[in-house]
């Protein structure tokens, strides 16, 4: 039988009706292994004991951000608030409807949202590592060891110290196989399960144009810049050159921070089909999205290296499904013709016969 390749087999499993997940939330996938110290290694391990480095340690957290950009208040305490090519942003409390973060860093690279002093430093190139293939979903949990060994959750030890380890517990929750969004007022965001359909959302804005989003000079076209609990972002040029969109739930659009995504074309609004707020809920804005490998970035083999990367793809007027246009910069029409954009789910493993 000859090989299929990685994605061509995910894509007959759907039209077979294979499931790609298991339906009942499992061990960690992997945990990330954080010490504060300089110069000692952050590490990926697996449950099998194998250890993959993630980079240096080469700045410590002096403080932490409050109050924190809009969506880190729609993460839980102690859990990965964004997850993007060039940043990680952890929420430790909600005060005051805000909240309180801080962050780690690839060493090349700005995020405003970080904050002054309120980040670790790892001396990796954005959208590598940490902040690609083995970057930490929005709601991962994260706890704090303590130079005893003791282990204590995130929110409740606060921001750690020096010589003590943050320790990611990376999950693969069960999700959609493919996310498919009619790009039209009224339009459905559908999530495609092994079980069948299911409506997520419905879109109130449809996204017409690309601008200048910081970070996805640090993306491939077509894939995942950053996910938080009030965005999905979407890079549209290759790596090395800026442009894309993005999608938000409603709440985030009517926030202060967003007043402007209502008067510009860059932004895909999605409203609540079931009534319950989206911002900080899976499949969209929890649990599921991230950067994803680049180039040499392999996982532990290839399913989890050719897997756990998003692809995003479109329909120009209503006809096949395609790669996003190849866009930059600001254009407020560029994607004019984009009547369909299907988000396909990370996964780590072969696709499993029901």
């Known amino acids: 039988m000859k090989k299929i390749c990685g994605l061509s087999l995910f894509l007959l499993t759907l039209i077979l009706g294979f499931a790609p997940f298991s339906s009942a939330s499992a061990a960690p996938l992997f945990e990330i292994h954080l010490p504060l110290v300089l110069g000692e290694s952050a590490s990926a391990i697996l449950p099998d004991g194998r250890?993959?480095?993630?980079?240096?340690?080469?700045?410590?957290?002096?403080?932490?951000?409050?109050?924190?950009?809009?969506?880190?208040?729609?993460?839980?305490?102690?859990?990965?608030?964004?997850?993007?090519?060039?940043?990680?942003?952890?929420?430790?409390?909600?005060?005051?409807?805000?909240?309180?973060?801080?962050?780690?860093?690839?060493?090349?690279?700005?995020?405003?949202?970080?904050?002054?002093?309120?980040?670790?430093?790892?001396?990796?190139?954005?959208?590598?590592?940490?902040?690609?293939?083995?970057?930490?979903?929005?709601?991962?949990?994260?706890?704090?060891?303590?130079?005893?060994?003791?282990?204590?959750?995130?929110?409740?030890?606060?921001?750690?110290?020096?010589?003590?380890?943050?320790?990611?517990?990376?999950?693969?929750?069960?999700?959609p196989y493919i996310i498919d969004m009619e790009n039209r007022p009224g339009g459905r965001i559908i999530g495609w399960y092994a079980e069948g359909p299911k409506i997520l959302a419905r879109v109130i804005r449809p996204v017409k144009g690309v601008g200048r989003f910081g970070g996805t000079e640090f993306q491939a076209r077509g894939r995942i810049r950053a996910n938080h609990s009030g965005v999905i972002d979407v890079s549209t040029t290759p790596r090395g050159t800026v442009g894309g969109f993005q999608i938000m739930p409603l709440l985030h659009a009517g926030s202060k921070e967003m007043a402007s995504?209502?008067?510009?074309?860059?932004?895909?609004?999605?409203?609540?089909?079931?009534?319950?707020?989206?911002?900080?809920?899976?499949?969209?804005?929890?649990g599921n999205l991230l950067p994803g490998s680049q180039g040499g970035d392999a996982l532990w083999?290839?399913?989890?290296?050719?897997?756990?990367?998003?692809?995003?793809?479109?329909?120009?007027?209503?006809?096949?499904?395609?790669?996003?246009?190849e866009e930059g910069g600001r254009q407020?029409?560029?994607l004019g013709r984009v009547t369909h954009i299907r988000i396909y789910s990370p996964f780590t493993a072969e696709p499993q016969k029901n």
């Open 51 to 175: 250890t993959f480095p993630l980079g240096r340690v080469a700045g410590l957290p002096e403080t932490t951000r409050w109050p924190g950009y809009t969506a880190s208040k729609w993460a839980l305490p102690g859990t990965v608030a964004a997850s993007a090519v060039n940043a990680v942003h952890i929420t430790l409390a909600i005060e005051k409807d805000a909240g309180r973060t801080f962050s780690v860093l690839p060493l090349t690279t700005l995020a405003p949202a970080a904050g002054k002093a309120a980040f670790v430093t790892l001396d990796v190139p954005a959208g590598t590592g940490f902040f690609g293939g083995w970057a930490p979903p929005v709601g991962t949990r994260v706890s704090v060891k303590g130079r005893d060994g003791t282990l204590v959750p995130l929110e409740v030890r606060g921001l750690p110290s020096p010589g003590e380890e943050l320790i990611f517990f990376v999950e693969e929750l069960p999700r």
């Open 261 to 286: 995504a209502w008067n510009l074309t860059q932004w895909m609004i999605a409203g609540s089909e079931s009534g319950e707020p989206l911002p900080g809920r899976p499949p969209l804005f929890s």
């Open 301 to 325: 083999d290839m399913w989890s290296t050719e897997g756990r990367k998003p692809l995003v793809l479109c329909r120009l007027d209503g006809g096949k499904w395609e790669k996003l246009p």
């Open 332 to 334: 407020d029409g560029a």
